[in-house]
């Protein structure tokens, strides 16, 4: 008994059945058949070597694996509409297509992979390193200038600088509470005044502060102080890196008395108006970068007795730091941390250091002193503490 068998020999046309004749294909159609093989086995020879080489930059086990499956599809299709003699041009025209097609998809997958997004093309700014180029230049000019004005300056004479140094050091700090929102408000000020900056109203309240200080012991008031004000040169990164990429330059700090109840909002925005002069002085002139390229670059090119003259802390009398910190209470090792106090160091001459960090919308103040400048602990945390009342009657009198 037959099983009715249908079957479609390409090229052949010929149909068999159970009730037909059983016919072989003829050697003429059966030489077509091989050399049509013959011709697809060297078309997709040609995609092979085509994609290898359109992929040469790319993952070669992935690319080679993508680029043959499109190519075959597309080679076959090329060649059953093509003609025997074409096959190959048609062939290879159709994989050098579908192999750019596939190499631009697992390149872009790779870079979103790796970096978010695909590589922008590269765009020299000329203009941008004209810029950068006579930046450098300028600042390169005016080191010699910034080393003579700092070797002639004279260093602040009161009672807060200008003795000798014990060693001894005394450690006070003043936490901000959680129900004190003493930090949102000043923020809330600070919009209301013109292009101002917290650490100028700190700075603002540590001149009344001081003043207070001068006053409790009975010695002469200087008209300014110089202070050492830390600043970074690059922003942070999301990548965190433990480098010290910071600079330091000396800005003056005028002594100016506290405000009082009686004070109006015109008091207190020309006091924070002449602590933000002396602010915006320091930052327009090159000395934060000019001592970063000492310390980086001319450090090891100018002469040990210019350096020690250049790098030595002797004119000012306090270090001031404003830092901010984490925005939400961190934990460590399972416990949590409330507050948060760090000190910054000091050379020479410098024996007293404020600092502020901002943590959890808060300010953690910290204030260190050489016990030969500030010999009680009372007379350290009344500095603070005066600094606080000073803030207090900022936001009082501004209705913030």
């Not at 080393?147 to 006070?172: A, M, P, T, W, Y």
Request: hydrophobic share 35%; net charge positive; glycine share 4%.
């Amino acid at each position: 008994m037959h099983v009715p068998i249908t079957a479609y020999l390409p090229n052949a046309g010929v149909s068999m059945g159970s009730g037909d004749q059983e016919k072989k294909p003829s050697s003429v159609a059966l030489e077509a058949l091989h050399k049509k093989y013959r011709s697809n086995e060297a078309c997709i020879g040609a995609c092979s070597e085509a994609c290898n080489e359109a992929c040469s930059q790319a993952s070669k086990k992935a690319c080679n694996a993508a680029c043959n499956k499109v190519c075959s599809e597309a080679c076959n299709e090329a060649c059953s509409e093509a003609r025997n003699k074409a096959c190959n041009a048609a062939c290879n025209k159709a994989c050098n297509k579908a192999c750019s097609k596939a190499f631009n998809k697992i390149f872009n997958e790779a870079c979103k992979a790796s970096n978010g997004s695909a590589p922008k093309p590269f765009i020299p700014n000329i203009r941008g390193c004209i810029t950068n180029a006579l930046k450098w230049i300028n600042l390169i000019t005016s080191i010699p200038f910034y080393v003579l004005q700092h070797l002639s300056s004279e260093s602040d004479r009161s009672c807060l600088h200008g003795i000798s140094l014990s060693g001894r050091k005394r450690f006070s700090w003043l936490y901000e509470s959680n129900d004190s929102h003493l930090l949102l408000q000043l923020r809330k000020l600070k919009r209301t005044l013109p292009a101002v900056r917290l650490s100028d109203l700190i700075l603002a309240a540590l001149s009344g502060s001081l003043y207070r200080h001068y006053e409790r012991t009975k010695t002469a008031i200087p008209q300014f102080i110089q202070i050492v004000v830390p600043a970074r040169i690059e922003p942070p990164t999301k990548e965190l890196k433990l480098e010290n990429k910071f600079s330091v330059a000396i800005q003056k700090l005028p002594i100016l008395p506290p405000l009082c109840r009686n004070s109006n909002f015109h008091d207190l925005t020309e006091r924070v108006k002449v602590v933000k002069e002396e602010t915006d002085r320091v930052r327009s002139r090159p000395d934060y970068l000019i001592n970063y390229a000492i310390m980086t670059i001319f450090g090891y090119l100018l002469p040990y007795q210019v350096l020690s003259r250049t790098f030595d802390s002797k004119l000012a009398t306090m270090v001031f730091s404003n830092l901010p910190g984490p925005t939400e209470e961190a934990t460590l090792m399972n416990y949590k941390i409330t507050n948060l106090s760090f000190s910054v160091p000091h050379r020479d001459s410098t024996g007293i250091g404020l600092m502020l960090l901002t943590y959890s919308g808060r300010m953690q103040f910290s204030l260190y002193a050489d016990s030969a400048l500030i010999p009680a602990d009372d007379d350290a945390q009344r500095i603070l503490q005066d600094l606080e009342n000073e803030l207090r009657l900022y936001v009082e009198i501004s209705g913030s």
